[in-house]
C-alpha cells in the first residue's frame, strides 16, 4: 500500500507543477511588454509631428499615464496630459518644435496596475510650427507739407471825400437850410459892402 501512495505521490508532482505554471502564467504574462512608438525609437522624420503616440499589446488604464518630450534645446514640448484610449496612448506636442534630436520618456499602468516605463528618441529634420520671420518696415521718407499760399487779403479802399465833405457840409435837409440861410447872408451884406464903397469913394 505504501509503495503506491509513494508511487502515485511521485507521479502527481509534476502534474501540480504543470497545473501551477499554468496558473502563475497569466498573472506573469500581465505586464506590458514595450510598446510600439510612432515616431519609432531611432526614427528620423522631416519634421517633428504634432503628437506622440504609443500602442501597447495589452490594455493600459487611464490612471498615471504620463509622457514627457524634450526638445533638442532642453525644452519640455509636451502640450497637456496624454489621452490613453484602449491600448494607445497619444501625447500632443507644442506648437513650435525646433530640429533635431527628441528624447520621450514615458510611464503607464498596464491592466494589472503595474506600472511601465521606458525611453525612446526620434530626430527632426526641420523644425515645425516656427512663425515667419517678419520683415522690418522700411520707414519711407514722408514728403514735406507745402505750405498753401494764402491768398491776399484786399485792402478795402477808403471812400474818397466828397467836395461837400471836405466842406463839412450836412448832407440831408440841414445841408438845404445851410445853403439857404448862407445865401440870404450874402444878400443882406450886398447892399452894406456897397454902401461902404460908395462912403469910401466920396472921402
Same mark, same amino acid.
Given at each position: ?75 519640455? $514640448? ?11 496612448? +497619444? ?56 505750405? +498753401? ?31 439857404? $440861410?448862407?445865401?440870404?447872408? $450874402? ?17
Amino acid at each position: 500500500m505504501r509503495p503506491f501512495v509513494t508511487a502515485l505521490s511521485r507521479a502527481s508532482v509534476p502534474a501540480l507543477l504543470v497545473a501551477a505554471g499554468i496558473a502563475l502564467a497569466p498573472a506573469a504574462g500581465a505586464h506590458n511588454p514595450p510598446p510600439l512608438p510612432t515616431p519609432a525609437d531611432g526614427a528620423t522624420v522631416t519634421t517633428a509631428p504634432d503628437e506622440v503616440v504609443l500602442t501597447f499589446t495589452d490594455v493600459v488604464l487611464d490612471v498615471g499615464a504620463a509622457i514627457k518630450v524634450t526638445a533638442p534645446d532642453g525644452s519640455d $514640448v509636451t502640450e497637456g496630459t496624454p489621452v490613453v484610449d484602449d491600448t494607445v496612448v +497619444t501625447q500632443a506636442l507644442a506648437k513650435e518644435r525646433p530640429a533635431g534630436e527628441y528624447s520621450v520618456a514615458w510611464r503607464v499602468t498596464s491592466a494589472d496596475g503595474h506600472p511601465v516605463d521606458g525611453t525612446f528618441t526620434f530626430t527632426a529634420s526641420d523644425a515645425a510650427g516656427a512663425p515667419p520671420e517678419t520683415p522690418s518696415p522700411t520707414p519711407s521718407a514722408e514728403p514735406s507739407a507745402t505750405p +498753401t499760399p494764402e491768398a491776399p487779403t484786399q485792402a478795402t479802399p477808403a471812400p474818397t471825400p466828397t467836395r461837400d465833405d471836405v466842406a463839412g457840409l450836412p448832407d440831408g435837409p440841414a445841408r438845404t437850410i445851410v445853403l439857404v $440861410v448862407g445865401a440870404a447872408t $450874402v444878400l443882406a451884406l450886398i447892399p452894406l459892402l456897397v454902401r461902404r464903397l460908395r462912403d469910401t469913394k466920396d472921402d
